[in-house]
């Protein structure tokens, strides 16, 4: 009884443990937004992106697929593939946690135009790291 007790403990503690480690961090979650633009992965890009982040974003795919009816998520996913297919790669540069729910990350885009570094400011919601564009 007592040996079961004990591994019945030392279980639920471990998942607590690896739950809370298992969190994404600012680098990751910006790596997976990029890879969602990339790859049309609609689901992705709402889950690391604020909801102010996607009606802005929003506006910027009305305006480069106008032809599309952007509120069917195969018509979104092959307007972002569109609008995404000269970034040929991205690396995070650079993260600096602002605090436990700030952070902001150095991107550097590469497309046929050349390199670009762009900065993203991210927050912590909901225990999820989101790409978070104000203007």
């Known amino acids: 009884m007592r040996r079961g007790l004990k591994?019945?403990?030392l279980a639920v503690a471990s998942t607590v443990l690896f739950t809370a480690c298992g969190t994404e961090s600012p680098k990751e979650a910006t790596e997976k937004f990029y890879t969602s633009l990339k790859n049309g992965d609609v689901a992705t890009y709402k889950k690391y992106s604020t909801e102010t982040t996607q009606r802005l974003m929003g506006l910027t795919f009305t305006?480069?697929?106008f032809n599309k009816d952007l509120k069917q998520e195969s018509e979104l996913s092959a307007c972002m593939k569109d609008i995404f297919k000269d970034m040929s790669s991205f690396k995070v540069l650079d993260v600096k946690d602002n605090n436990k729910v700030s952070a902001t990350v150095i991107v550097e885009e590469k497309t046929k135009d050349g390199v670009k570094n762009n900065t993203l400011e991210l927050q912590?919601?909901?225990?999820?790291?989101?790409?978070?564009?104000k203007k």
């Open 63 to 65: 305006m480069g697929c």
């Open 124 to 133: 912590k919601l909901d225990e999820q790291w989101k790409v978070s564009i």
């Open 7 to 9: 591994a019945s403990i």
